[in-house]
């Protein structure tokens, strides 16, 4: 699987399963994957002030698509995926909300038997201003399409703002279409539960960021630089943990 | 000997006294069985004993081997030994039991358990239990059914080897094979670790099977009444009526939340109140 550094502001077009690492202060990605099975690994590399802007389509394909943003800089995602006939798109999307991060997802099952999933984890710090928008837009003659969305979002400290808003644009019957949203601190319960069986505080507390920052172990073994990525994802935690 | 005793405990929730004055002690290899109407105050026992964050000492004493208990922390007081098997037990979605109970075991141990040591106890435990062998690789309770829930309550606690532990009406949600499973597994723990056992329950089924050795009867935050295996028979099958009378007590009654209808959403489609 190829691995691309996104370094300059010149679109890069993906046809293929890769590993994304972006490191300059624009990114413009276009997908056009076709006729088969795919994953995209999009990591934030960039240490800077970033926006992205990804889009595209799907088309008699599956496609995963994972987002991993642990960076403590300013983001502006928008990403606008048309998803066809035949086809599924499974996104994972990962942002620890640090500084100002302003997210757009905007998945249209454009044709019929389209499918969408979409998890959102977040974890947002204090004086962090964090903003969702997930949007899922089934047009007209998408018949049997399913979209779903989840969003889950651990606020730590005193964040200034953290919005999520998932938006469900439906204008076909004959379809499936869901969407959960979990906002708030830790639940005292869960970490009593945490406490009760030896965990302290902090170890609980690890546990739960690695359940949002971190895929599983295996996740990773598909991409160039996965192992690496994890680790940092690891110490991102453990460095979360002692603050 | 490993024993949990507790004097004179006054146990309040906000302004409610709940508990008012409880005596109890409860040695290594002893069953106890808790009985008694709801909302008087068995789970609030067993709860304060853990160190629940909602409920506020007032005056007693609680000691574990000696130590204060009321002066450890709750992560500190499981591994020093004491376990509570809760009656809902939380979900924690994201964090597979894998993780979660390694590193519980981890939180206890010196040295890290080897993960070929950890996953040979844990697919054991869990073959005993006849739960679904992706146990490990599934988020704690999330998505369990109520059953599984309780299951999953025992296997931690199998798997964490506590010296005693509490068992919040761990049998319902449970059918009658489950119950024997269960109830045979805290058995062997108790023959292999002699374990001590205090235990919530309403169901004379299940404290047949487990057989207490002490039992307690709890109405309005005080023990009324102990004995031993036959009180659990008796009260199976006169109730508490008789020990009303006999002691001339009321219990107190369960409080239930109000239920609300939120107008706007309860609306019929013609736009009436439901």
């Given at each position: 699987m190829p691995s691309i550094t996104v370094d300059n502001e010149k679109r890069v077009k993906i046809v293929s399963s890769s590993t994304m690492i972006i490191r300059s202060a624009k990114a413009d990605i276009e997908y056009d994957l076709k006729d088969g099975d795919y994953a995209?690994?999009?990591?934030?590399?960039?240490?800077?002030?970033?926006?992205?802007?990804?889009?595209?389509?799907?088309?008699?394909?599956?496609?995963?698509?994972?987002?991993?943003?642990?960076?403590?800089?300013?983001?502006?995602?928008?990403s606008h995926i048309d998803v066809n006939r035949d086809s599924s798109l499974t996104i994972n999307a990962t942002y620890l909300g640090s500084k100002n991060k302003d997210i757009i997802f905007d998945l249209v099952n454009n044709e019929p038997d389209s499918n969408i999933d979409i998890t959102s984890n977040i974890v947002c710090l204090d004086e962090s201003a964090f903003k969702l928008d997930c949007i899922g837009t089934i047009k007209k003659g998408s018949k049997r399409s399913k979209c779903h969305q989840a969003s889950h979002c651990l606020t730590m400290g005193n964040p200034k703002k953290a919005t999520v808003l998932p938006v469900l644009n439906i204008d076909e019957n004959d379809v499936e279409a869901s969407h959960s949203l979990s906002c708030g601190t830790i639940d005292d319960e869960i970490l009593f539960y945490m406490n009760s069986r030896g965990l302290s505080s902090m170890q609980a507390l690890n546990l739960i960021l690695r359940s949002y920052l971190m895929p599983d172990e295996h996740f990773y073994d598909d991409f160039i630089d996965g192992k690496a990525i994890q680790e940092m994802a690891a110490k991102k935690v453990d460095s979360l943990c002692s603050m | 000997m490993n024993k949990l005793v507790i004097k004179d405990l006054y146990v309040s929730a906000g302004d409610k006294e709940i508990l008012k004055g409880i005596d109890l002690?409860?040695?290594?290899?002893?069953?106890?069985?808790?009985?008694?109407?709801?909302?008087?105050?068995?789970?609030?026992?067993?709860?304060?004993?853990?160190?629940?964050?909602?409920?506020?000492?007032?005056?007693?004493?609680?000691?574990?081997?000696?130590?204060?208990?009321?002066?450890?922390?709750?992560?500190?007081?499981?591994?020093?030994?004491?376990?509570?098997?809760m009656q809902y037990p939380k979900e924690i979605a994201g964090v597979t039991n894998s993780d979660?109970?390694?590193?519980?075991?981890?939180?206890?141990l010196d040295k890290n358990i080897s993960l070929f040591k950890f996953i040979k106890e844990m697919e054991g435990n869990i073959s005993r239990l006849k739960m679904k062998e992706d146990l490990a690789h599934r988020f704690v309770n999330d998505g369990f059914s109520g059953g599984e829930k309780k299951r999953n309550e025992i296997l931690q606690m199998m798997m964490l080897h506590p010296k005693i532990a509490m068992l919040d009406e761990i049998d319902s949600g449970l059918d009658v094979d489950a119950i024997k499973l269960v109830s045979d597994a805290i058995l062997n723990l108790k023959e292999e670790s002699n374990l001590g056992l205090l235990i919530v329950s309403h169901y004379e089924r299940f404290f047949t099977m487990i057989k207490p050795s002490h039992s307690h009867v709890i109405v309005d935050g005080r023990i009324?009444?102990?004995?031993?295996?036959?009180?659990?028979?008796?009260?199976?099958?006169?109730?508490?009526?008789?020990?009303?009378?006999?002691?001339?007590?009321?219990?107190?009654?369960?409080?239930?939340?109000?239920?609300?209808?939120?107008?706007?959403?309860?609306?019929?489609?013609?736009?009436?109140?439901?």
């Open positions: 995209v690994l999009i990591f934030n590399d960039s240490k800077k002030d970033l926006t992205i802007s990804d889009h595209g389509q799907i088309s008699n394909a599956r496609v995963n698509i994972t987002y991993i943003q642990l960076d403590d800089h300013d983001l502006i995602q928008n | 002690q409860i040695n290594e290899g002893e069953i106890h069985a808790i009985m008694g109407p709801n909302g008087n105050g068995k789970s609030t026992l067993l709860s304060t004993i853990m160190g629940h964050p909602a409920y506020t000492v007032t005056s007693g004493s609680i000691e574990f081997n000696g130590e204060d208990v009321l002066k450890m922390s709750v992560d500190e007081r499981s591994r020093k030994g004491l376990f509570l098997a979660f109970l390694r590193a519980a075991i981890n939180a206890r009324v009444v102990e004995g031993d295996d036959e009180l659990v028979y008796k009260i199976d099958n006169d109730g508490y009526d008789w020990l009303y009378e006999e002691l001339k007590i009321q219990p107190l009654k369960e409080e239930r939340p109000m239920v609300y209808s939120l107008g706007t959403c309860a609306r019929n489609p013609r736009g009436k109140n439901a």
